[in-house]
């Protein structure tokens, strides 16, 4: 169940390879943050004591709170270091500190220490770690979410840190569920809890963990300056996300599809919600196995989170392989074949709609209105045979235009062109001169990887 209140405490990493750099990247990431992350395994190993020189007068003349992590490479740290090599530090941070008021500010900064230093004999050699700092016990896996994250959870709960964290790797979106549940138990046995999953796949985590309880969500300086795979950036996560307002009452919606991350969706969706002053975020939902996420994630009857989900905007490979998952689908989206919108309710169920339709020919339709010419008999090239051409073949049809299918896939083009009444052709070597309307409804040029691609060049125009 996602919390009533949200503390939203957004953390946001240090993470530099000289110590004069450590100055100037703590002051702009102060002007994000409400903790800031030192992370001082990021320094060149020469660079480590001119950096703890440095330490005292950064803690002093910084208003907010500060993590200190030193983690070895496996866990996610810049370099090599032994267990016994981050006692040794860890014993010794105190001393290089002593001439700070409090001695580190005690009580009010936080040093990030991995379970497995915690659960070493050398734990207790850090008496006066704890003494001065409040302390984090933190486990990273960078490959995947493990089965045991209940049993991973009591063995931090054993020792002696106030706060558990875990970060995982979500090869799926589903493993969000089980990484989200750890806020769940915290909140029920009082301890307070950092969980992340990490990845494309977990990108939901970061924006809606400290709904669910979380005690801090971590963000980068910039998009540059990610510290972790999916990390994404304050700025983005305050202005577009608004992480500061999300609570128990907000509606969640999102985007599905794989990939996502080039979606300009939650920009605009976020932007219309705070403009109409609406409790609701829009998230982007990595989504590789359909059925699972339904099940688990968005169907009220199933799923395995107590969020507000009420709506689903369905982009590629998804867009006809959600259907059957639905409990009713509006009569244009039956006809087009493909569904890119789903309203989620506890009354009804998962309902969906498709809007690709009109949406994708309204440039058209203002040409007709303006006189410059006629859809109905118009001969027009589709390019593409998933969802989006689908949807663009039915409007046409619906226009009285006639229509010509091209694809890579000569099969899926014979196909689609059969249902929808109209001619096919293969895209290799195609020319589109006859065509008074070429319309890509396939993702080359879509921001991303595939940016620069195109299915249709100037020279096969006319």
Request: glycine content about 8%.
């Amino acid at each position: 169940m996602i919390s009533e209140t949200n503390k939203a405490r957004v953390c946001v990493p240090v993470c530099v390879r000289n110590a004069g750099e450590l100055r100037p990247s703590v002051a702009r990431a102060a002007e994000l943050a409400d903790i800031v992350e030192l992370r001082l395994d990021c320094l060149e190993e020469d660079q480590l004591a001119a950096a703890l020189s440095l330490l005292g007068a950064l803690l002093g003349e910084t208003p907010l709170p500060f993590i200190i992590t030193y983690r070895p490479r496996d866990q996610g740290g810049g370099r090599d270091v032994s267990l016994e090599e981050r006692a040794d530090f860890w014993r010794e941070l105190p001393e290089a500190l002593r001439d700070i008021e409090g001695g580190g500010r005690r009580g009010r900064d936080f040093v990030d220490l991995e379970l497995d230093l915690l659960e070493s004999p050398r734990a207790g050699s850090l008496g006066e770690l704890f003494k001065r700092f409040r302390v984090i016990c933190s486990r990273h896996d960078f490959e995947e979410t493990p089965a045991e994250l209940e049993e991973l959870f009591a063995r931090m709960a054993r020792t002696r840190a106030e706060i558990l964290k875990v970060a995982t790797k979500a090869n799926s979106i589903t493993d969000c569920v089980e990484v989200l549940r750890l806020c769940e138990r915290g909140r029920r046995e009082g301890r307070e809890v950092i969980a992340v999953s990490m990845g494309e796949a977990g990108m939901l985590t970061r924006v809606l963990a400290p709904a669910f309880g979380a005690f801090l969500t971590y963000a980068s300086l910039d998009a540059a300056q990610a510290t972790a795979p999916g990390q994404i950036s304050a700025r983005e996560l305050r202005e577009v996300y608004r992480v500061d307002a999300l609570n128990a009452r907000t509606l969640v919606a999102g985007l599905v599809g794989s990939p996502v991350g080039h979606s300009l969706s939650p920009h605009t969706h976020n932007a219309a919600f705070a403009a109409t002053g609406l409790d609701a975020v829009y998230v982007p939902f990595e989504v590789t196995d359909l059925s699972e996420f339904v099940r688990r994630m968005a169907d009220p009857r199933t799923r395995e989170l107590g969020w507000n989900l009420r709506g689903l905007s369905v982009t590629a490979p998804h867009k006809q392989a959600v259907i059957p998952h639905l409990d009713r689908v509006s009569e244009n989206a039956s006809r087009v074949g493909a569904v890119n919108t789903v309203v989620v309710s506890e009354e009804r169920g998962l309902e969906g709609y498709n809007t690709d339709a009109s949406a994708a020919l309204a440039p058209l339709e203002r040409m007709v209105a303006e006189r410059v010419f006629d859809l109905c008999g118009a001969s027009a090239a589709v390019i593409g045979a998933g969802g989006a051409a689908r949807a663009v073949l039915w409007a046409l049809g619906e226009w009285g235009a006639w229509t010509t299918v091209f694809a890579r896939d000569a099969a899926k083009a014979h196909a689609v062109a059969e249902e929808f009444g109209a001619e096919w052709d293969e895209l290799e070597g195609a020319r589109f001169g006859r065509f008074e309307v070429v319309i890509n409804a396939t993702p080359l040029g879509t921001r991303g990887s595939r940016e620069t691609e195109t299915p249709a060049r100037a020279s096969q125009l006319r």
